[in-house]
């Protein structure tokens, strides 16, 4: 029982470093999204990527990147770190009809020094 | 904008305690509501969704949610609530013409002997 699973679960960067960050579901999902959690704030929707080979930008997508590498697989990738993108970063993906709900990994806790 | 509001970010209750968490949503049209909960360090795991088959939800762990159209709401209730249930629970609204999840800010759960 995967699910979604992102690795790593941890990591610290300095500013200006590059990063993907890696998810993978095996529910055969077609859409898949990123969001970034910060105190207060709930989660936010960096990106999102409603079928294989598309993509589309969410609420904070500044600063990111995303690749949909095929059915399974949606990257998140800072080209330049900046300690403001200091968050926990969830995968989510759900199979696409009305009504359904999203199901998320655990998390990458990314820090920016 | 559509867009979900969780009143009080933090709840304390006794052991044994009625928990009620509090969801307002905006919309001109019923959406897909949904409420996920939050262990520490870990992923969002959906507790119950409501999607139009009945205005009173049951979910897991023993809690459920009533909608209430007329009041635009999406309360969670348990009416006991066990030390174990203490973590952070975010509503979340799918605006029925959209996949894309909007979340509250999350309400943090305390859970008292």
């Known amino acids: 029982n995967a699910g979604v699973t992102q690795t790593p679960k941890f990591q610290v960067l300095k500013t200006g470093q590059s990063m993907t960050l890696q998810c993978a579901q095996d529910m055969n999902h077609n859409s898949m999204y990123w969001y970034r959690q910060d105190p207060g704030m709930g989660l936010r929707l960096i990106y999102y990527?409603?079928?294989?080979?598309?993509?589309d930008k969410g609420e904070v997508p500044n600063g990111y990147n995303v690749s949909r590498l095929n059915k399974r697989e949606f990257s998140l990738r800072l080209e330049s770190a900046a300690p403001s993108q200091t968050s926990v970063y969830f995968c989510?993906?759900?199979?696409?009809?009305?009504?359904?709900?999203?199901?998320f990994g655990d998390g990458t806790r990314l820090s920016i020094l | 904008a559509q867009s979900v509001t969780q009143l009080g970010s933090h709840v304390s209750v006794s052991e044994g305690a009625l928990v009620l968490l509090r969801c307002n949503y905006s919309s001109s049209v019923p959406p897909y509501l949904f409420w996920y909960v939050q262990y520490p360090n870990q992923g969002l795991q959906l507790l119950l969704k409501?999607?139009?088959?009945?205005?009173l939800v049951k979910g897991i762990n023993g809690f459920e949610a009533e909608f209430k159209k007329s009041e635009t709401s999406f309360h969670l209730t348990k009416p006991s609530a066990h030390m174990s249930d203490a973590a952070e629970y975010f509503c979340?609204?799918?605006?029925?013409?959209?996949?894309?999840?909007?979340f509250g800010q999350g309400t943090t759960l305390q859970v008292k002997p």
């Open positions: 409501y999607t139009s088959a009945a205005t």
């Open positions: 990527s409603a079928s294989e080979g598309t993509t």
């Open positions: 979340a609204v799918i605006p029925s013409n959209t996949g894309k999840l909007i």
């Open positions: 989510a993906s759900r199979q696409g009809t009305a009504g359904q709900p999203q199901h």
